[in-house]
Structures are given as C-alpha cells and as structure tokens.
C-alpha cells in the first residue's frame, strides 16, 4: 500500500503546511528574477491608475422626480375573463385573469399557464 522510503524524494520539509512552518524562513524562486517595483510600475498607464485609484468617485447624477404608479390598462385585449381559447401546444383553455395581452389561462390538460393572448385561438 505505502511506497518504500528509498523511491520517495522529499522535495520540502516536514510538516511545511503545518505549525512548524511559520518558524522557516520564506524564500521564493522568483526573487531573484523580481523586477525593481518602481522601474517597472512606472509608465503612464500605471501612473494614471494610481491617481485614479486615490481620487474620491464622483457621485452619479441625482434626477428630481417623483415615483408614480402606472396601471397596465386592462383593455385592448383579444380575449376576456372567461372567453374559451385554443394554444397549439396546451390545447383548450379558459382565461382566469387578463393584464392586456398577457393572460393567465387555466388549460383542460396542463393546468394554468401565463400566455400571451397572440398565442392564443378563440375556441
């Protein structure tokens, strides 16, 4: 089940992803291929967000104005509360509630469905 201990290389140390490894020194393969922070973050890209990034955002435009409720009208619908209708894929229906032209129909077969009425046949 184990693999003998001569065909295991140990690459780091015991217990590195333990407690023990707080107390070794940190060291990285890339620092000695670091670049100096100031040579390379100094281009006029980097410039400009680091004063962007120090600059408050600009609150968005307030618009005054007042919230008003706005009803759906009820009419100017094909079909009303009641009338028996036809859709190709759930079959024979009658409306229950009309907002418009956007009908909650209780169908024989599939139950109550929202539909468009342009979907719909009268029956």
Do not use: C
């Not at 201990?5 to 590195?16: F, I, T, Y």
């Not at 100094?42 to 706005?70: H, L």
Request: aromatic share 8%; glycine share 10%.
């Amino acid at each position: 089940d184990e693999l003998p201990s001569e065909a295991v290389e140990v690459v780091s140390q015991p217990g590195l992803y333990g407690n023990a490894a707080a107390s070794l020194p940190s060291h990285s393969r890339f620092d000695a291929t670091r670049v100096e922070e100031d040579t390379y973050y100094d281009n006029p890209g980097w410039r400009r967000a680091r004063a962007a990034s120090s600059r408050a955002a600009t609150p968005a435009p307030m618009i005054e104005g007042r919230a008003r409720e706005v009803s759906v009208s009820a009419g100017g619908g094909k079909f009303a509360v009641g009338a028996r209708v036809f859709h190709d894929k759930f079959g024979y229906g009658r409306v229950v509630l009309a907002e418009g032209q956007k009908l909650t129909v209780d169908f024989e077969h599939s139950g109550a469905k929202k539909v468009v009425d342009s979907f719909l046949k009268g029956a």
